[in-house]
C-alpha cells in the first residue's frame, strides 16, 4: 500500500473519475474495466502505465507518480496468472490461499468437531509413518 494519504478534496478529485470505484484518504480501488484496459493496452498496444493512467484523467502528481507502475505490474500478474476474471474480483481483506489463516471452529456442531479432529488425527499419524520410514531410510 501506498504511504500517499489523500485528503479531502483530493478523495473527491479521484472519484470524479469515472475508472475509480471508491476511495479512501489511503487507497484507491479502480473500476473492474478500467485494470483490463490498462493491462491490455499495456500488452497489446505497448502503452506506459503512465500514459495509460494519465489518458485515463488520473492527476500523478495526486495520486503518486509511482502508482501506476505498481498497479499495471499487479495486474499484470495477476492476469497473467488467474486471468481476467480474477481482476473482475476484489480480494482486499480476504485469505491469500487455500487453507491460510486459522481453521473456523466457531458454531462447529459436536459431531463436526471430532469429524475434524479424526482427520487431523489420520493426518498426523501418516506425517508420523513417513518420518519413520525416512529415518529408517537414513540409517541403511
Not at 474495466?33 to 500514459?51: H, T, W
Not at 474480483?89 to 475434524?116: A, F, Q, V, Y
Request: aromatic share 8%; charged share 35%.
Amino acid at each position: 500500500m501506498s504511504k500517499i494519504r489523500f485528503n479531502e478534496l483530493q478523495v473527491l478529485e479521484i472519484l470524479g473519475n469515472p475508472n475509480v470505484a471508491k476511495c479512501s484518504e489511503k487507497s484507491i480501488t479502480y473500476s473492474r474495466d478500467f485494470k483490463i484496459l490498462a493491462v491490455k493496452q499495456y500488452q497489446e498496444n505497448g502503452y506506459s502505465p503512465r500514459m495509460i493512467f494519465e489518458s485515463a484523467g488520473f492527476d500523478l502528481s495526486v495520486i503518486g507518480k509511482d502508482r501506476p507502475d505498481d498497479r499495471i505490474h499487479h495486474w499484470r500478474k495477476i492476469y497473467g496468472l488467474k486471468g481476467a476474471s480474477e481482476l473482475m474480483i476484489e480480494n482486499r481483506g480476504k485469505s491469500r490461499g487455500i487453507g491460510m489463516g486459522r481453521p473456523k471452529t466457531r458454531g462447529l456442531t459436536d459431531t463436526d468437531k471430532i469429524k475434524r479432529m479424526a482427520i487431523e488425527i489420520a493426518y498426523l499419524k501418516a506425517e508420523n509413518d513417513f518420518l519413520a520410514k525416512l529415518r529408517a531410510a537414513k540409517k541403511r
